[in-house]
């Protein structure tokens, strides 16, 4: 089995980036994080990078736990709301955060937060991540079609993060799944899903063989229709199963 992956994060039309992408490569594993800081609560470039540090780091001598997923997620709760205490300045950040485990023929993921996880499978939406955000309850109760979450104007507004004090576990761990030849993955920002459509991301998909020629089609169309409206910080990871 092949895995093939591309990499890209703007900054749009911030004057920083507050997203943290990264892939972790061993042998038979891939690891890819994506982590997006929460601007409106400052130093949000801090706490998304110590997120994905903190899962990066994990995986050195945890990778084997059958329960990684979830306890990355919930290290990465931790490394946050400590350096939240380092300096004053860093007292409200928060992230998300969205993983990918590969290893061998199985993908294990999760994700707190609105960033993404689509995969694709026989160029369909095969499975696809669920945002803890305000207009997903609206959604879940009716009174929102999903392809109406993009422009709602409590689209930020995020019901679970990385950073916040927890309760409970609020973030969601998928299925183990087995895969096969030419299954995808798409992790990426709100900054990138809000504007391409699924559609779109299935058609780019069939006629671009390569993650590296499938990134860059869907990062010309975001960047494209977020020029006029001082487009947020875009961040995305591609993976192609061979």
């Not at 895995?3 to 992408?21: F, L, M, P």
């Not at 993983?99 to 609105?114: F, K, Q, S």
């Not at 960047?223 to 990871?237: K, M, T, V």
């Amino acid at each position: 089995m092949i895995i093939r992956y591309a990499v890209k994060s703007c900054q749009g039309s911030r004057s920083y980036n507050e997203d943290t992408v990264q892939v972790h490569e061993t042998e038979g594993q891939r690891l890819c994080v994506l982590a997006d800081g929460l601007g409106g609560q400052g130093h949000g470039e801090v706490a998304s990078r110590t997120a994905v540090n903190s899962v990066i780091h994990r995986a050195a001598w945890d990778r084997e736990n059958e329960q990684f997923i979830a306890a990355a997620i919930e290290g990465a709760q931790c490394a946050v709301r400590e350096k939240r205490k380092e300096n004053a300045e860093y007292r409200n950040m928060c992230t998300t955060l969205v993983l990918l485990m590969i290893t061998g023929r199985t993908a294990r993921w999760g994700h707190i937060g609105d960033s993404r996880l689509y995969m694709f499978r026989r160029n369909k939406v095969y499975y696809q991540t669920v945002d803890h955000s305000v207009p997903q309850i609206f959604v879940k109760i009716g009174e929102l079609e999903p392809s109406q979450v993009r422009k709602h104007p409590d689209r930020n507004r995020l019901l679970h993060s990385i950073g916040y004090e927890w309760t409970d576990n609020p973030y969601t761990v998928g299925p183990e799944t087995e895969l096969t030849k030419g299954d995808a993955f798409l992790l990426c920002s709100d900054g990138f899903w809000e504007y391409i459509e699924e559609t779109e991301m299935i058609s780019l998909l069939r006629r671009h063989k390569d993650p590296v020629s499938w990134l860059e089609a869907m990062k010309e169309i975001v960047a494209f229709r977020g020029r006029n409206e001082g487009q947020d910080n875009y961040s995305a990871i591609c993976i192609r199963i061979d």
